[in-house]
């Protein structure tokens, strides 16, 4: 298919810039991909669409504190680092924002501590392989921003808001934004209504956000990004699926991630233990094994999300969903409202 196809148009007075508070005080449109019929509701109000025995799958990564200002050791000139993931005790793979930049460049972060980084690698893009002069993990507290996508333009006054309630794995260059509209007694209520909660992990790095610039979307490359399934939460999986019960995926994150250790899991069974990178590019086409219903929140024209949630409900479908949505005022990425694919 072609990335064109995924193209639609969103007047910018769509994309929301604060997230709304009380976290479960989003709308939530709900989409019946067998009939197309939606509905309107409160995300407060997501047990109506679930039963007993589903289980809820949320991907507890956090955030890393990942944007560092920086200057040009050799000019003084602006430079920015953004993290993506690390490689080595003091290497990482990260997004470096600055004109001329190459392998030997060397940045100065923070005058304090004397913390530089020197350009090891260059790769596609603003991608770049860095090796910073010591450790970087006890600084990024004090020093690094929260990494807002660069469609929101106001600062958080609480950095918490950009975690989910449930966030414990350090490690994303992004929040996994479909479990921001959850609240520790919303979820208290699912399970009390019979509906399990399982976590995995997938540490969002550039196959999340990266933009699909080649017009044939199979020529576009997925870089990879880590993620884990493990034993305990396969079982658990497996059983719920083997009583009948759902698999809903809490964003696109863990649709990945499930898909992933789907395609490692013997005959009879949803998934199995997966541990380690994943490339997998889930677009239309794509036959899901592990997935029966997906929360996710709306995404970006022409982006590999876009195609996901394409993949699970046909793209017509989600593109009229959209619509609909614009129509009725909902407020559109990450700090927006919430999609229900049933």
Known sequence: MQTSDFDYDLPAHFIAQQPVEPRDASRLLVLDRASGEI?????????????????????????????????????????????????????????????????????????????????????????????????????????????????????????????????????????PTAGLHFTPALLAQLQAAGVGVDHVTLHVGLDTFAPVTEADTSTHAMHGEWCELSLATAARINLARAAGGRVVAVGTTSVRTLESAAQQAAPGEAVALYSGSTHLFIRPGHVFRAVDVMLTNFHLPRSTLLMLVSAFAGRERILAAYEVAKREGYRFYSFGDAMLLT
């Open 39 to 175: 509905t309107h509701a409160r995300f407060a109000e997501i047990g109506r669409y679930l039963r007993p025995g589903d289980l809820l799958i949320l991907n507890d990564t956090r955030v890393i504190p990942a944007r560092l200002p920086a200057r040009k050791a050799r000019t003084g000139g602006k430079a920015e680092v953004l993290l993506l993931r690390r490689t080595a005790p003091r290497t990482w793979e990260a997004l470096v924002g600055g004109h001329g930049l190459t392998v030997g460049g060397e940045l100065e972060i923070d005058g304090e501590t004397g913390l530089r980084a020197e350009i090891v690698e260059a790769y596609d893009g603003a991608r770049r392989l860095v090796r910073f002069n010591q450790s970087i993990t006890p600084l990024l507290d004090r020093i690094g921003r929260v990494p807002l996508p660069p469609y929101i333009h106001a600062e958080l006054a609480d950095r918490e808001r950009y975690q989910t309630v449930y966030a414990q794995r350090l490690g994303s260059a992004a929040a």
